[in-house]
């Protein structure tokens, strides 16, 4: 430890620490432009200038070490003058257009320039402009004569999104922040650079121009979009939601937020929003008060399991629906005599459920990533499935952390992996199994049975050396291995791996609330999400699902829903295709507009409050739950607050879930035969279709991440099944075909398509990895 005295406050701080780090740690503060605590040094600002005891001129203190018995002043005459000149030179050239600037009242800038600024300036000449430039939907570069050149969007690109999609071009005054010929910023993270940018040279297009920040409530929140439970920070104006930011929490999402969690909220405000109960009479739909459509709901569900037997009801819910929600839900279920409930739309194996020793989850807590020396990733879109992940994992590979992918597709993850397997879905198994076998023989144990024949390779004998190493490993799940046909074979022989070289085994979970529902109860006693629509039931409950996008096969569950007497959608939007297979469209409120609680795949405890009220007469959905319960005339739904349901559930102050466990029991491992005929679909979700909000927000529809589906092959099945690159073609699955324009991508393995799902273009195809047909259209 290293000792210095800043303004006379003395403090011991590690070697390394520069002069600013020692001074926010005795609550100093010091001006600063380009520094950021996550970024790399640039000191390229010179605004954090500090006198330092017998140096010879002003030192940054962003980019100065601390020397044992260091002393620093920030305040002193020299330190001042110092600082003073450089807020002088920033200011020549700076537009004076406050009082049009969408930063102003939150502009670094502007703050600093009361403090550090000359009231009057010496420059009288034109000042320089810059011309704007156009980088796509989410960021606005039109006002780039403000930029400062603190670089921070360039080394956010570089070191935390990944890729270097802005820089620095030209130089002193001609320099200017710009992209790469003719390119957009496409990064799934690129709206945090928005945030970055201490003055209004980057803001944010849907945001811009429709209110000042004086005028915002702020309000927190917790993401409803993937597993990390990202901490948000939701700005309304008139009970409208006009803005959402990342509220910082270490141990969640640090201070980074996806941009699907960022412009979403447009979706709040889009003309689909339902906002009256709708019913339909007679083949014509009809808005009715709420105690006509809960008296149509609970007597139409009364009747079916009358008649039919609680069996023939059956409820889907999305993985973005809450504790309290999922929890009732369940409830309202038992209380029908039905057990067939579920909140897996997207999985077709469920040979683990009832073998489970516990909830799964991530084996670990987020802010534990970072410790790892060697990483499988196993079967995951990971960049575009769990893009705050993601973030952490390329931090870690830059430092010692082996990090390994073992996926269906080669797209680039913009990680430094150590390692990388590339197989069809039907070889996942075998892959594993051949890294089970080299870790074994790696180790000099006994091979696991059901594993000898595996066929190892260099590659899994570098991925199963990576777990055997260093101190901490971990192996993780992804979206994938939970949609596969083999889910539960994976995850046994995932088990196996852990058990051979102590890593921990981990799930990366599906949606936001993926373990809450675990916990909540949301699981099947009769038929499961696949075996409800195989065995089409009567009545359905559909609760934040829409069949056509976020189904493994929509065929099959449209189907069983055309022919049920009964199908109730609890939607915060008119589903325009759920007007022709529903009978009741309830409008429930989004996350902005009820409280609940997410329960994290750390297993972290979130409870939220609504930021907004709710549109029209749309009511959060466990207050209908819970008068549908009492309609229903069932005992146990006397609940005043959400807070009541919450507590009966997880009890009071529980900070992280209970019963958090991976293992399985009584799961014979059996790996499968890596055949498959014919060709096999890979269908990616692609991250601004995966849920009902980000499919409805315009900003988010129009970047490259919501083109439409292509069929993606590589080039030496193309050739096989004698297609040209960019030729039309039609796909076939069961009784859908789709015509796609085929591109030869050679990330896809041989024998395979790559097919996204979730989209319109798409929804009529079947199983999300099943065998499809290709030919020219």
């Not at 009256?276 to 014509?284: I, L, R, S």
């Not at 990366?508 to 075996?531: D, I, K, Y």
Request: aromatic fraction near 6%.
């Amino acid at each position: 430890m290293l000792e210095i005295e800043i303004d006379g406050k003395k403090a011991q701080v590690p070697d390394g620490s520069t002069v600013m780090d020692a001074a926010q740690q005795v609550g100093v503060y010091i001006p600063h432009f380009c520094y950021h605590k996550k970024l790399s040094i640039a000191a390229n600002c010179r605004m954090c200038l500090v006198q330092v005891e017998k140096a010879p001129k002003p030192l940054p203190a962003c980019a100065t070490p601390v020397t044992n018995g260091m002393k620093v002043f920030t305040h002193s005459e020299l330190a001042v003058k110092a600082q003073k000149g450089v807020m002088e030179f920033l200011l020549i050239n700076h537009p004076l257009d406050c009082p049009i600037c969408d930063q102003g009242g939150e502009c670094q800038l502007q703050d600093m320039s009361v403090g550090y600024g000359p009231m009057k300036s010496r420059y009288t000449e034109d000042k320089h402009v810059v011309f704007h430039k156009s980088v796509g939907p989410l960021i606005s570069m039109e006002e780039m004569s403000r930029c400062i050149h603190c670089t921070r969007c360039v080394r956010f690109g570089q070191e935390i999104g990944g890729i270097m999609e802005l820089g620095m071009a030209n130089r002193n005054m001609h320099s200017e922040i710009m992209t790469f010929v003719g390119r957009s910023v496409d990064s799934e993270l690129s709206g945090n650079m928005i945030d970055l940018c201490p003055v209004g040279a980057l803001t944010s297009k849907p945001f811009r121009y429709t209110a000042r920040s004086w005028e915002l409530q702020r309000r927190k929140s917790v993401s409803p979009h993937d597993s990390v439970g990202a901490n948000l920070v939701v700005q309304v104006k008139h009970e409208t939601v006009m803005r959402v930011l990342p509220r910082e929490n270490e141990e969640v999402n640090e201070c980074w937020i996806s941009d699907k969690e960022r412009f979403s909220y447009q979706a709040l405000n889009s003309d689909e929003r339902l906002t009256k109960p709708m019913v339909k009479q007679g083949g014509e739909w009809k808005e009715v008060d709420w105690n006509v459509a809960l008296d149509y709901v609970a007597h139409g569900l009364k009747d079916v399991a009358r008649n039919h037997g609680g069996d023939a009801v059956a409820a889907l819910a999305a993985q973005s629906a809450t504790v309290e929600e999922l929890y009732l839900l369940n409830k309202v279920m038992r209380g029908l005599g039905s057990g067939n409930i579920d909140f897996r739309p997207r999985q077709s194996d469920f040979s683990a459920d009832g073998k489970r020793a516990g909830t799964p989850w991530l084996g670990m807590r987020l802010a534990e990533i970072k410790d790892l020396d060697g990483v499988l990733v196993f079967g995951s879109f990971l960049r575009k499935d769990h893009p705050l992940i993601a973030q952490r994992l390329r931090q870690a590979a830059k430092k010692y952390t082996n990090v390994s992918l073992l996926s269906v597709t080669g797209d680039d993850q913009l990680i430094n992996l150590h390692a990388r397997m590339t197989v069809a879905p039907s070889q996942l198994a075998a892959s594993l199994a051949a890294i089970v076998k080299a870790a074994a023989e790696i180790k000099g144990c006994a091979v696991p049975a059901g594993v000898e024949s595996a066929s190892v390779c260099e590659t899994s004998k570098k991925i199963a050396q990576s777990l055997v190493d260093g101190d901490k490993r971990a192996v993780f799940l992804g979206n994938v291995v939970t949609q596969s046909a083999d889910a539960t074979q994976l995850q046994a022989l995932a088990l196996e791996l852990g058990k051979i070289t102590g890593a921990t085994i981990g799930f990366l979970g599906e949606g936001a609330n993926t373990v809450g529902a675990h916990v909540a109860g949301a699981l099947p006693t009769g038929a499961n999400a696949r075996q409800m629509f195989e065995q089409p039931r009567k009545a359905y409950v559909l609760m934040g699902v829409e069949p056509e996008f976020d189904c493994a096969n929509p065929q099959l569950v449209l189907g069983a829903l055309k022919q049920a007497s009964m199908v109730v959608q609890l939607s915060a939007f008119k589903h325009a295709p759920a007007l022709e297979y529903a009978d009741v469209i309830l409008p429930i409120a989004p996350y902005t507009e009820t409280s609940g609680t997410f329960i994290n795949i750390e297993g972290r405890i979130q409870s939220f409050n609504g930021v907004a009220k709710a549109r029209g007469d749309a009511r959060p959905a466990w207050k209908l739950l819970r008068v549908l319960g009492n309609v229903l005339n069932l005992d146990g739904f006397g609940y005043e607050s959400s807070e009541a349901v919450r507590d009966e559930l997880l009890g009071k102050g529980a900070e992280f879930a209970s019963g958090l466990n991976n293992s399985l029991n009584n799961v014979v491992l059996a790996v499968p035969a890596a055949t498959a005929a014919g060709l096999q679909r890979i269908a990616d979700v692609p991250i601004n279709f995966a849920d009902p909000l980000a499919r409805r927000a315009p900003a988010l529809q129009q970047t490259a991440d919501a083109k439409a589906p292509t069929a993606r092959l590589s080039e030496q099945t193309l050739a096989q099944i004698g297609v040209a690159d960019k030729a039309q073609v039609r796909v076939r699955q069961g009784n859908g075909e789709a015509v796609l324009v085929a591109i030869a991508d050679n990330n896809v393995p041989a024998g395979c398509v790559r097919v996204s799902a979730a989209h319109a273009s798409t929804a009529m195809l079947g199983e999300m990895f099943g065998s499809i047909t290709v030919e020219r259209a």
